[in-house]
């Protein structure tokens, strides 16, 4: 698959699932980074566009709202990019995993991240279900250290991102090192009215604000593209992305691939680097989705995430929202199996986009 770096012409402005125009909602939040089927349909228009194809043959070749056809995306992940060799490589940055808590008691720089596993028998968190930790629960309960019985508040106000190099350091027993999103792109909050059709005339009431995404230099989307009618997407060039049909500039790079699961005989620990849909919820038929009998034994999962979208063939333009398990989120499972344990072979129903894609690691 053809790897791509992103980068605003401008800003950016990526909304949540929450319907948003001037009338209706005084203010839109921008998402960093967008959800995978932000990245589909700016794709699928870009390859509209350039290859003129006309409305009536959008659907043969470009598919529908559900059917993509032969497209592939993954990512979109954020990603900074780094000389090396004189060869531009991104090099991805990951969510805070749900099951990681911040030592120390303030948003260090740089920060550290450890997990549950590591300090459990020193630190105490306070949660009223011992098997299944939610995230907030980690993030917002206080804490007691054992061996001085100092009590801590243990809020975190804001998330921490993880370089790739410095996930494969995150594993029991070791931190890694994470950065604030400030340091990754910037919040810009702007006003809006709203315009009389077909006049310059203010409308009365219609005052809104929107927020937009500036990444910080050198900052971006890595994403990968490819599949049958995409082998020949260009290197290089210009796309419109996400809100106000703002612009990227596009060009291919070097990047690694996301970790190859680990072959174990006791435990997996999966974690969601792109939100994951599941018709049950936050779970589903786990064994026939590794391919082998596992046995979920614990998970940290944040607050799911609602998110529809855009249908141009629709009558009001809008897809049915679905909810979605948050990047991050980790779940922990027992297998007596030796088998090596593959990406999902049978994942949720949007993962040729981009969703549901994680990494696995031996706990």
């Given at each position: 698959?053809?790897?791509?770096?992103?980068?605003?012409?401008?800003?950016?402005?990526?909304?949540?699932?929450?319907?948003?125009?001037?009338?209706?909602?005084?203010?839109?939040?921008?998402?960093f980074p967008p959800y995978p089927s932000v990245i589909q349909g700016a794709i699928r228009t870009y390859r509209m566009i350039h290859e003129n194809i006309k409305q009536e043959d959008v659907?043969?070749?470009?598919?529908?709202?559900?059917?993509?056809?032969?497209?592939?995306v993954r990512g979109p992940f954020i990603a900074k990019l780094e000389n090396e060799n004189a060869v531009r490589k991104a090099v991805r940055y990951y969510p805070q995993p749900a099951d990681a808590i911040l030592e120390g008691d303030s948003m260090l720089k740089p920060a550290s991240l450890t997990d549950l596993k590591t300090i459990r028998d020193k630190v105490r968190v306070s949660n009223s279900m011992p098997y299944l930790i939610g995230y907030e629960d980690v993030l917002e309960k206080s804490r007691e250290d054992t061996d001085t019985g100092k009590k801590e508040n243990y809020k975190q106000k804001e998330l921490l991102w993880i370089s790739e190099t410095e996930f494969e350091r995150y594993k029991p027993g070791s931190s890694a090192v994470a950065v604030p999103e400030s340091e990754l792109f910037v919040r810009e909050d702007r006003f809006g009215i709203g315009i009389e059709n077909n006049k310059r005339v203010v409308k009365e009431g219609m005052l809104y604000e929107a927020q937009f995404i500036r990444p910080c230099k050198d900052v971006g989307l890595l994403i990968e593209v490819g599949g049958e009618g995409y082998e020949d997407f260009p290197n290089g060039g210009v796309m419109q992305i996400g809100g106000e049909s703002r612009s990227a500039w596009f060009e291919e790079v070097d990047a690694k691939k996301l970790p190859d699961p680990q072959k174990g005989t006791?435990?997996?620990?999966?974690?969601?680097?792109?939100?994951?849909?599941?018709?049950?919820?936050?779970?589903?038929?786990?064994?026939?989705?590794?391919?082998?009998?596992?046995?979920?034994?614990?998970?940290?999962?944040?607050?799911?995430?609602s998110m529809g979208g855009f249908d141009r063939a629709s009558k009001d333009n809008h897809k049915p929202a679905f909810r979605y398990v948050p990047a991050g989120s980790v779940y922990y499972f027992e297998c007596k199996d030796?088998?090596?344990?593959?990406?999902?072979?049978?994942?949720d129903k949007f993962k040729q986009i981009g969703f549901g894609q994680v990494i696995l690691k031996e706990w």
């Open positions: 698959m053809k790897k791509l770096f992103l980068r605003p012409m401008d800003v950016w402005m990526f909304r949540d699932g929450r319907p948003f125009d001037a009338g209706s909602g005084h203010r839109a939040e921008s998402l659907e043969e070749k470009l598919g529908t709202a559900y059917d993509y056809k032969k497209l592939e006791w435990g997996y620990k999966v974690y969601f680097v792109t939100p994951a849909y599941f018709e049950s919820g936050w779970q589903t038929n786990w064994s026939a989705l590794f391919g082998i009998q596992v046995e979920l034994k614990a998970a940290a999962i944040g607050r799911y995430e030796e088998t090596k344990i593959s990406q999902l072979t049978d994942a």
